[in-house]
């Protein structure tokens, strides 16, 4: 796929979601999806094809990141950790879209890791750490607690015990992003304290995809 042929087909893509997407952020996601197809064909971090890619690639991997950007309660200035990194979307797109924020991808398999890293490398980006652990083990590190305005989640199995475990990352008033599929409610029928739901937002209409954003609750909030 020719330069063109992607930047036309990602602004159409966006388009289709009301997302504008500014030129020199659309040139920086085609440099990481490129980097991200040819890193997929050694190892499996999507599962989608992408050296051919449908139109769900990119949505999935580009659009619903940007998308997502529209809600955050800043959009500079913050830290933000993504949980189970992988092939870096979510976390990635929205730095790209951002500008200078303190980037935390967690991701425990090794080679993935070592992805991550390199992409961070290539594309620029400064204030970017990639945490080679599972969740659980980060706790440990007081340093960790609290430390973070945003937390976004996808392509991990999450239950209502490991939210109320991630939520020790969020600052109070912290924001969690949580990237979600058509299966499930809009509205988590459980209590998941010092976590309140504040929204759920429709991401890309053709995957019924959904964003489902929750507060930490100051203590005696």
């Not at 995957?207 to 100051?218: A, E, G, H, P, Q």
């Amino acid at each position: 796929m020719t330069t063109r042929a992607f930047q036309e087909r990602l602004a159409r893509r966006a388009r289709r979601a009301s997302v504008t997407v500014a030129p020199e952020t659309a040139h920086a996601l085609e440099s990481y999806f490129r980097l991200l197809s040819q890193w997929n064909e050694k190892m499996n971090l999507t599962a989608f094809r992408l050296r051919q890619p449908e139109d769900e690639a990119f949505d999935r991997l580009l659009v619903e990141p940007l998308i997502a950007v529209r809600h955050l309660r800043s959009a500079a200035g913050f830290s933000l950790i993504d949980i189970g990194s992988g092939s870096g979307s979510p976390a990635i797109p929205m730095r790209l879209a951002t500008g200078a924020i303190q980037l935390t991808l967690v991701e425990a398999k090794t080679r993935k890791a070592v992805f991550l890293l390199e992409a961070t490398r290539q594309l620029g980006l400064e204030q970017v750490s990639i945490e080679t652990a599972r969740f659980e083990q980060l706790l440990t590190r007081p340093e960790l607690h609290e430390a973070f305005d945003v937390m976004t989640i996808r392509a991990v199995r999450v239950e209502v015990r490991a939210l109320m475990t991630l939520q020790a990352f969020l600052k109070p008033e912290g924001q969690l992003f949580w990237f979600r599929g058509p299966a499930g409610p809009d509205v988590p029928t459980e209590e998941i304290l010092p976590l309140r739901w504040a929204a759920t937002y429709p991401l890309v209409d053709s995957l019924r995809s959904r964003l489902v954003v929750m507060t930490k609750v100051r203590a005696g909030g």
